[in-house]
């Protein structure tokens, strides 16, 4: 009897701990225009919207960064158009656009049933976090830019030069074996990705850091037709500071002193959003979160605790 008695408790247990399961990490969709968006969530409590950059990486590493925030907070993992399964039927210019890529978060917002947004978003997923601001400053609650793009593209006047400074000889001869790769056939979106790879060590103060980042990315995580398309439309005339002078919720913006993207992108997000909090992180690049762990949790935890509603 006492051993049956042990054998229904350890399985309520086992139930209860599915259903915590169940509770703490589930996937959801939003329907578009003939293809899902999904969105992957991890914890209980006020949802946070976690952007990858690119824009056109899958968002899978964002999970690190989700790692930072304290409990008591939803990670909720956005698969942005075109990458991960959120596949429109074709990738194309009528498919993959700013304009829809504003609705789509405005669509995940209607969907998770906020009155507005708490996004944490990195790099060129900070653009596009910027881009929806100014569209709905209203509906954006809190927000965490790290190292993130401009909001405008006079920051790519600097970026790929920064870059090609930091450049290794053997970063320079990998970037052209997959360039004469692509010439002989292979995908472009292959080459692209193993670019990338190429590239990330650059994006890094420590350069072993960025060799063992770049190691670990698989190697379809970027999208490079998505990212082309993003940056043509941007390159219209993409302007948000008019919007996010509108922009009164708590930002917060951190950006890694030797992040190739400049120190000046970061001050004029800064000097746009009135009362936004600007941490500068030296000894870092692009991934302070990667680099500088512990001085990245401690931003975060400090921004938490003084913006907390």
Avoid at 61 to 82: C, H, N, S, T
Avoid at 148 to 165: I, R, V
Avoid at 285 to 296: A, D, L, R, S
Wanted: hydrophobic content about 40%.
């Amino acid at each position: 009897m006492v051993i049956n008695n042990i054998a229904r408790c350890c399985l309520a247990v086992t139930f209860v701990l599915a259903a915590i399961q169940s509770c703490l990490a589930a996937d959801g969709t939003v329907a578009r225009d003939g293809f899902d968006l999904y969105y992957q969530t991890e914890g209980i409590g006020t949802p946070v919207v976690l952007l990858s950059g690119g824009p056109g990486f899958d968002v899978d590493y964002m999970k690190e960064v989700g790692a930072f925030l304290p409990d008591g907070y939803q990670r909720i993992y956005f698969e942005q158009r075109g990458t991960g399964r959120s596949m429109p039927p074709s990738i194309s210019v009528q498919t993959v656009s700013v304009k829809l890529w504003i609705e789509d978060l405005e669509a995940l917002r209607v969907a998770l049933k906020q009155e507005s947004l708490f996004i944490v978003a990195h790099s060129g997923g900070g653009l596009m976090a910027q881009a929806y601001a100014a569209a709905h400053s209203d509906r954006v609650g809190k927000m965490i830019l790290i190292g993130p793009g401009g909001p405008t593209l006079e920051f790519a006047e600097w970026f790929g030069d920064n870059l090609a400074a930091r450049q290794r000889p053997e970063d320079a001869r990998l970037t052209a074996y997959w360039d004469a790769a692509e010439k002989n056939g292979v995908s472009h979106e292959k080459a692209s990705n193993e670019r990338v790879r190429a590239a990330i060590p650059s994006y890094f103060f420590d350069r072993s850091k960025g060799l063992a980042w770049a190691a670990k990315q698989p190697e379809t995580s970027f999208h490079a037709k998505v990212n082309e398309l993003l940056f043509g439309d941007l390159a219209k005339g993409f302007d948000a500071r008019p919007g996010l002078r509108k922009v009164i919720c708590p930002v917060l913006i951190v950006q890694g002193h030797q992040d190739p993207i400049g120190d000046l992108t970061a001050l004029e997000i800064h000097n746009t959003i009135a009362g936004s909090q600007l941490t500068f992180v030296n000894q870092c690049g692009h991934y302070p979160w990667v680099e500088q762990p512990v001085g990245f949790r401690r931003v975060i935890d400090e921004f938490l605790k003084k913006s907390k509603d």
